[in-house]
């Protein structure tokens, strides 16, 4: 089954660069930058673009910083089909 795909928006100027995010991303996509915000901290940073919108790092972030979102389709998709219930039944259901 393909990966939903998922993004994050960073509110660096709130971060304080605990790392928490970077330790809970399965998919390790989160690195502090090289620059810091206004409070002298070493945000972080999206390094790769596979995020799959679990919302660990929100989950695990004291302070708020990160929004997640996940896309979603626009059109409907079938992705399971049922047929012949009076005799034998085929299933088919979508990788
Ligand atoms: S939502 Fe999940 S995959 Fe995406 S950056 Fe956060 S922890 Fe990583
Ligand atoms: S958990 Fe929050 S405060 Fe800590 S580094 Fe990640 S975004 Fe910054």
């Given at each position: 089954m393909a990966k939903v795909k998922g993004d994050i928006i960073i509110d660096i100027e709130k971060?304080?660069?605990?790392?928490l995010c970077i330790s809970a991303c399965p998919q390790d996509g989160l690195e502090k930058s090289r620059q810091v915000n206004k409070k002298g901290y070493l945000y972080v940073v999206k390094i790769?673009?596979?995020?799959?919108?679990?919302t660990n790092c929100a989950l695990v972030c004291p302070d708020g910083v990160l929004k997640v979102y996940r896309e979603t389709k626009k059109k409907k998709e079938k992705v399971a089909e049922i047929t012949n219930v009076t005799g034998d039944i085929t299933v088919t259901v979508k990788e």
């Open positions: 971060c304080k660069g605990c790392e790769e673009d596979n995020c799959t919108g679990c």
